[in-house]
């Protein structure tokens, strides 16, 4: 069977809601960040169903003894933000993954070709094998800075199927770059916009998600 590339638009009340509020041109930063915090919460939330690795067990209840399931804990997980944007996703994935580790990858787009290069990068030489990685970056536009990360994440060992990507707003170009070199990555998105303009904005977008986290 041939992998596809799968994309998920959660149809919750409180992603649509918060979507909303990202998007108004209105919102002031302050809240703009409480926005993507609470997206950053429940996309995470979603991407984590049946994908946290789990373990059977038995708990003593009040009156009896009784089955349970609970996260595995010695399977590593890790969440990548890439920086800055992806940092307004972070604490509420962090809200979902607490013991997560996490590895800060700095990514800058030239404004002209559009292209990403890379100032910081916190990730580990290798990482452990069946590590489940999350990666944040509200905007999926040309796609151009989640290849690069994900390049620097398999190359590192991390098998794709088990990485999970949340955005705020992905585009046709990302998703389809995506699907080319990743066929088996899942992507857990608020919306998807028809439309990335000559200067790599999604349209309609919600601008710059970065300078409207960090009100520059």
Do not use: C
Not at 87 to 107: K, N
Not at 143 to 156: H, I, K, P, Y
Not at 163 to 173: C, E
């Amino acid at each position: 069977m041939t992998l596809q590339l799968r994309v998920y638009v959660p149809p919750h009340p409180l992603i649509k809601h918060w979507l909303a509020v990202a998007r108004d041109a209105a919102t002031p930063s302050v809240l703009f960040r409480s926005a993507m915090t609470e997206l950053g919460r429940w996309l995470t939330y979603e991407a984590a169903r049946e994908w946290l690795p789990t373990q059977e067990a038995t708990v003593q209840t009040p009156l009896d003894v009784s089955p349970a399931t609970l996260i595995d804990p010695t399977v590593p997980m890790a969440v990548v933000p890439i920086l800055r944007a992806g940092l307004g996703l972070l604490e509420g994935a962090q809200t979902v993954l607490p013991l997560a580790s996490i590895y800060h990858l700095g990514l800058v787009r030239d404004e002209k070709t559009l292209q990403p290069s890379t100032y910081l990068n916190k990730l580990p030489e290798k990482f452990q094998p069946q590590t489940r990685v999350l990666v944040t970056d509200p905007m999926l536009a040309t796609g151009g800075s989640m290849m690069n990360a994900m390049a620097e994440l398999t190359q590192r060992g991390i098998d794709p199927a088990l990485t999970r990507i949340v955005s705020v707003v992905a585009a046709p170009p990302a998703l389809q770059k995506l699907n080319d070199a990743y066929p088996g990555l899942i992507v857990y998105t608020a919306t998807i916009d028809a439309t990335v303009n000559n200067q790599g904005f999604i349209i309609p977008g919600l601008g710059d998600a970065g300078d409207r986290i960090f009100g520059t």
